[in-house]
């Protein structure tokens, strides 16, 4: 694809400086990406066009410190007054308007994310998996989910998508810590004669054993992949019983079942199974537990009746949580396509219109086509006079800098010059009218060319999740006095020092 995170990720360079700031703006653009699904190229765009113009005044003397200061609270400003007009999802309408458009306009994957999420609920599990066929289609399955993610990257199968998937593996639940490999090779030499993957999930999994294992994986002698258990203290060892019956595996370290690890004796039967399992860096994706589907509902109908029960609320949540997770399913959406390419590309759509929809979700909507952020940017003028205005003149006055350096960062992704004309009106006139208009969600349609409700068009922009994550790393490259790499293998054959930085 052509987003900005897809370029970023394939960019190196031979200077260890120059590579260090590459990889900054990398890391802007994977943060943006997970949390907003989209705006990944805005991201780059701003972090350059923001340290750039922070280098320049710094250059002529302004205090970094002060003018970090002031991008902070111009940021604060734009966030805020977003938040202000914003207003939550009404229906499946605006989830299906929300994932069309984050898809690029396909209104297939938006209607299919609607349909998910109406089945398995807003805060339910939402995947995209390779389809077998050519059409793209909805499954729905039993599963449950954790957030909790593999113990190491080595774990991965993946590396693109750096995640681990298994499939038909077989399921290994402790409530200790696993350290000594002797007690796991029982184990171990069972999946292996089985030619299946196995998932450890344990309280930790750490010196020995977890070398050990990571040997082995990288070796290709063992397909596994071990994560740490989900929850704190009563709540840990409840998930991990929840998880357990989903499976089918017994928990071995727990005082219940009285059951350890033993390199002597070693019952297969202790080992759970599941259908597939995906699991990235913060969360981990059970698909059809082989667990006992009495033991499942008898689990349900207890935690249901715990809910009713429990008192205080904290612990009500956590148990509503644990039920929904039980009884829940996981949405599977199977992307079809005529070749590898295809189907790779309308994978990367489905999964940035997830995180999109997903984000409008939980933080409400707002009137799109930099309708909302032109509302922002005016209070950002607020904000720099009321600076200029201040007793503290050489602060406030670095602190100013700041907040226009922002204000004319953004400025680009407001109502756009070119867009505007297009639709036959000068992008000065279009910015008056848009902020003498009496509803605050009126913007200019320049397809259409007339005034509409932006609400009925657009959606929460992600360029506000951009400013955030650009400034904060422009202002840390400003604000460094000195970077430290690793010196280059030649470097150290020819016995030279890297120039410091």
Known sequence: TKDGVTVAKAIEFKDPFENMGAQLVRQVCNKTNDLAGDGTTTSAVLVDSIFSEGLKSISQGTNPIDMKRGMDRAVDVILKSVAQQSRPIKGEEDIVRIATISANG?????????????????????????????????????????????????????????????????????????????????????????????????????????TTLIFNKLQGKLKVCCVKAPGFGDNKT???????????????????????????????????????????????????????????????????????????????EKLQERLANVSGGVAVIKVGGGSEVEVNEKKDRVVDALCSTRAAVQEGIVAGGGTALLRASKKLETLANELLSSTTPSSSRDQRTGVNIVRNAILPCLANEDCC?????????????VLEAAEESTGYDAQNDKYVNMFELHHRPPVVRCISDATSVASLMMTAEAAVVEVPKESKKNGKRAPAG
């Open 106 to 210: 396909d209104e297939e994957i938006g209607k299919m994310i609607g349909q998910a999420m109406e089945k398995v609920g807003r805060d339910g599990v939402i995947t995209a998996q390779d389809g077998k066929t050519m059409a793209t289609e909805l499954e729905v399955v039993e599963g449950m989910s954790v957030d909790r993610g593999y113990v190491s990257p080595y774990f991965v199968t993946d590396a693109k998508a750096q995640k681990a998937e298994l499939e038909d593996a077989l399921v290994l639940m402790s409530a200790k810590k696993i350290q000594n490999i002797h007690s796991l090779l029982p184990a171990l030499n069972h999946v292996v004669r089985r030619g299946r993957p196995l998932l450890i999930i344990a309280d930790d999994v750490e010196s020995e054993a977890l």
């Open 238 to 316: 409840a998930t991990l019983q929840d998880m357990s019956i989903f499976t089918g595996a017994q928990l071995v370290g727990d005082e219940g079942t009285g059951l350890e690890l033993d390199s002597e004796n070693f019952d297969p039967s202790i080992l759970g199974s599941v259908k597939k399992v995906t699991v990235t860096k913060d969360d981990t994706v059970l698909l059809n537990g082989g667990g006992d589907a009495a033991a499942v509902k008898e689990r349900v109908d207890l935690l249901r009746e715990r809910v009713e029960q429990e008192p205080v609320e904290y612990n009500r």
């Open 421 to 433: 004309e297009r639709g036959k009106e000068e992008g000065a006139v279009v910015v008056e009218k």
